[in-house]
């Protein structure tokens, strides 16, 4: 095997002192990157630039999921290129958007019942337990319990456990059955925030407050301060102390309550 290629892109190819770098292939080809980089910094040190596929890098936005293979493993590895630590040879590659099938609605003219998301997703039934969805995602979602609990009609349980889906898709670039479950899982969260889900008292009050004007010679009033008049104001509000109990704190000052 040829000497690992020093690359040098910038700065980024000043290591700290006594940093430890490992070989990474990507699409291939081998680079020495250091051991404490993510997926998607290391590629940037050794000189992709992202134009696509990274977003957020908070793996929050599901921009960049990765698929990865581990010295002597056949197996597929997923992971968020934003989050995953390299391991010495890895394997990586990016997968492009996943164009699963995205049923076009208006949220406004659906019920909220199973039947209305198994007429939008009938590939729904098509899903055979493998679980290899489950497998893939990056955020341990439990994809195959969600989908089971669509296909049962309990929306509620489904668009619980989905909650932390980031719409990468990676689940559905392994589904056997074709189903796009991150899609599917969005449109049972919408239906349940729109219609299930008991509405907040205090919120509806605090909109309807804003609606009837009730902040507006506030705002007013702030969009005539300067930039250090509105930074002296932010910076001697009152704030809550730490660790107090919910519910039991409130400013001297409730005006801009
Ligand atoms: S860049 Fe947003 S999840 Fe990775």
């Keep these: ?32 990157v250091p051991e404490t980089l993510t997926i998607m910094k290391a590629m940037e040190y050794a000189g992709f630039k992202f134009l696509r596929g990274a977003g957020c ?4 936005c599901g921009a960049c999921p990765t698929v990865y293979r581990k010295e002597g493993d056949y197996k597929l590895y997923f992971g968020l290129a934003c989050q995953t630590v390299v391991e010495p040879n890895m394997y990586l590659a990016q997968i492009p958007f996943y164009p699963a099938n995205r049923a076009v609605y208006d949220i406004e003219k659906i019920e909220p019942l199973a039947d209305a998301v198994h007429a939008l997703y009938p590939e729904l039934f098509r899903c055979v337990a493998c679980n290899n969805c489950t497998k893939a995602c990056p955020m341990k979602v439990e994809v195959l319990d969600y989908i089971s609990a669509i296909k049962q009609g309990d929306l509620a349980r489904a668009a619980r456990l989905s909650f932390d889906c980031i719409q990468c898709g990676l689940c559905a670039s392994r589904c056997m059955g074709e189903l796009p479950q991150y899609h599917i899982a969005q449109l049972v969260r919408r239906l349940y925030g729109k219609y299930i889900q008991p509405r907040a008292e205090h919120l509806q009050k605090r909109v309807t407050e804003i609606e009837s004007g009730k902040y507006d010679a506030m705002l007013t009033e702030l969009q005539k301060m300067g930039h250090s008049e509105l930074e002296k104001l932010y910076k001697e509000r009152e704030r809550e102390p730490d660790m107090v109990p919910l519910g039991t704190w409130m400013p001297k000052d409730v005006s801009r309550l």
């Design 1 to 32: 095997m040829s000497a690992p290629k020093q690359v040098a892109t910038g700065d980024r190819a000043i290591l700290p002192e006594g940093a430890k770098t490992i070989p990474i292939f990507v699409m291939g080809k081998r680079y020495e």
């Design 57 to 60: 890098r908070g793996g929050i």
